[in-house]
């Protein structure tokens, strides 16, 4: 093996990549809920339109999107594998545990919760990305993406599942975040208030900024 | 020691080698003491075993003293019992009520192989600690204290990092067994001293390679090591070694 595939697959590198592609999609998870937050302006979707036809087609984005696809699917394959390894290094289990005694449940279930969001995701992208681009690769014509959410937020249990994807990214992120830096070795008294905070406000502002766009339409709000 | 008054049932795990099936075993205990340590208690069950002629039941223990690291006993769902930075030989009855049942488990890992009832196989530390948690280097005689200028705040660190006592109750509380608080004192606490910076970068990585091969788990930063940890040795080394390694892979001439 080389040094470098070496590094990658030792226990660190294989937390320096999940860290890595957790921060990328963080800052993804930034611009998708800016653009997305556009629909609050209530003026038909002309602005959210405006933002989601430049982020389809500006060729820049869309070789970004190709990084994204990556960074997810880089992720969850890091995530689930570690999960596994992570399981079987206690192949024979505690009968009396007591572990709220020293960590908090969302931090020991951070496979849970990624398998959550992914579920989510499968549903999220085969409601709006996967439809969208196969149209525009047919077609070379974009969806009306905003009338789209007009009508599958019309369903109270897509907007349930929304909401319960929303709270698993909190949970995910609440731990994620901060874990993070840890993990690439930026862990210092000087800092780690800060982002601690940062990550606390992160985790509540974005989720709930996603959950109200379902709940807005639903409710008529957003129309 | 003196007798006393507490009734206890204790669950304890029976296994007779590594390549057996264990399993529970319940015993009542009368006229324990509050004073008694967990350990002294656990000497009383096994003379009244020994008396039943029965087999007593195997366990690590060595100095008593919170010093050697040898008392691996799961209690209750936490390794070293309830307290916090206290050893099982430092745990006292009266941490308990009288009545209580108490489950004792031996630690559980793949690395840590069960030998004998609460009895585990530490030796993959040892073997990390082969690897490379030594300096090669000739320290010669003490030196005058001011010809090896050492930071306060590292001497600090590096003192705290030296506290662990290889015990192993970090991967004991883990949920992925992961032995990274072990490790990562290990390596700090010479990566932190000018003598151990000949070799800090393959020390790193050999380290590291070897904590991977014994098939320790993977760390997720939930800080259950450090908050179980008899020495409370601080989740900072985690993060100083993620450093040392990704420094060294970076920058070393070793593959
Ligand atoms: C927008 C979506 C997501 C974001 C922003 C995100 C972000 C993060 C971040 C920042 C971390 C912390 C990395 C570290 O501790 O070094 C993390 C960890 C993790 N993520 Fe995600 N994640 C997302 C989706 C997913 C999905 C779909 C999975 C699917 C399995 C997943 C599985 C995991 C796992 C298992 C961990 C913990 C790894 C460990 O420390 O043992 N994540 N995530
Ligand atoms: S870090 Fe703490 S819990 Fe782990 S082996 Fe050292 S003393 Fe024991
Ligand atoms: S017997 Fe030595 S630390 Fe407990």
Redesign the pocket.
């Known amino acids: 093996m080389s040094w470098f595939t070496q590094a990658l697959t030792s226990s660190i590198g294989k937390?320096v990549i999940?860290?890595l592609t957790?921060?990328f999609?963080?800052s993804?998870?930034v611009i998708h809920a800016t653009i997305n937050a556009m629909i609050f302006y209530n003026d038909g979707g002309e602005t959210f339109t405006h933002w989601g036809h430049f982020m389809g087609t500006n060729p820049i984005i869309r070789t970004l999107e190709i990084g994204l696809v990556l960074g997810?699917l880089i992720?969850?394959a890091d995530?689930?594998w570690?999960?596994k390894n992570?399981n079987d290094a206690r192949p024979v289990k505690y009968a009396v545990t007591n572990p709220s005694a020293n960590s908090s449940w969302y931090s020991r279930s951070?496979?849970l919760l990624?398998?959550l969001?992914?579920i989510f995701?499968v549903i999220h992208t085969s409601h709006f990305w996967i439809p969208n681009r196969s149209n525009q690769f047919a077609t070379g014509e974009e969806l009306n993406l905003y009338q789209m959410m007009l009508d599958i937020f019309q369903n109270i249990w897509v907007v349930i599942i929304y909401v319960l994807g929303c709270f698993s990214?909190f949970w995910?992120?609440l731990h994620?975040?901060e874990?993070?830096f840890?993990?690439l070795g930026l862990y210092h008294l000087k800092y780690n208030g800060a982002i601690h905070v940062a990550g606390v406000a992160f985790s509540i502002v974005v989720p709930t900024l996603f959950a109200l766009m379902p709940i807005s339409i639903y409710l008529g709000w957003v129309y | 020691m003196s007798a006393g008054n507490m009734r206890l049932t204790l669950k304890v795990w029976r296994q007779s080698n590594t390549d057996t099936q264990g399993g529970f075993e319940s015993y009542n205990l009368d006229g324990v003491s509050p004073d008694m340590s967990f350990l002294e208690m656990f000497d009383i069950l096994n003379e009244q075993l020994i008396e039943e002629n029965k087999e007593p039941v195997a366990f690590d223990h060595d100095c008593r003293e919170g010093i050697c690291g040898s008392c691996s006993m799961f209690i209750n769902g936490r390794p070293h019992g309830p307290l916090k930075g206290v050893t099982t030989c430092q745990l006292h009855m009266r941490s308990f009520q009288d009545g209580d049942t108490i489950t004792v488990e031996p630690w559980r890992a793949g690395a840590f192989p069960v030998i004998k009832d609460l009895v585990v196989d530490r030796d993959g530390f040892d073997r990390i600690i082969s690897a490379g948690g030594f300096v090669s280097v000739n320290t010669g005689n003490a030196q005058d204290a001011n010809s090896l200028p050492i930071p306060k705040e590292n001497a600090d660190d590096a003192f705290s990092a030296a506290a662990c006592i290889a015990c192993g109750a970090c991967v004991a509380a883990c949920k992925n067994a992961s032995a990274m608080l072990f490790v990562s004192a290990k390596i700090s606490q010479l990566a932190l001293l000018p003598q151990g910076q000949a070799e800090r970068n393959i020390r790193a990585e050999k380290m590291v390679a070897q904590m991977d091969a014994e098939g320790f788990g993977?760390c997720?930063?939930t800080h259950a090591c450090s908050a179980e940890c008899p020495k409370e040795i601080s989740f900072e080394n985690i993060a100083r070694m993620n450093r040392e390694y990704i420094g060294a892979k970076s920058s070393s001439k070793g593959v």
Request: aromatic letters at 8%.
């Open positions: 937390k999940m860290s957790g921060l999609l963080i993804f998870l997810f992720h969850i995530g689930l570690l999960t992570n951070m496979g990624g398998t969001i992914l995701l990214l995910h992120l994620g975040f874990s993070a840890k993990s | 993977n997720t930063n």
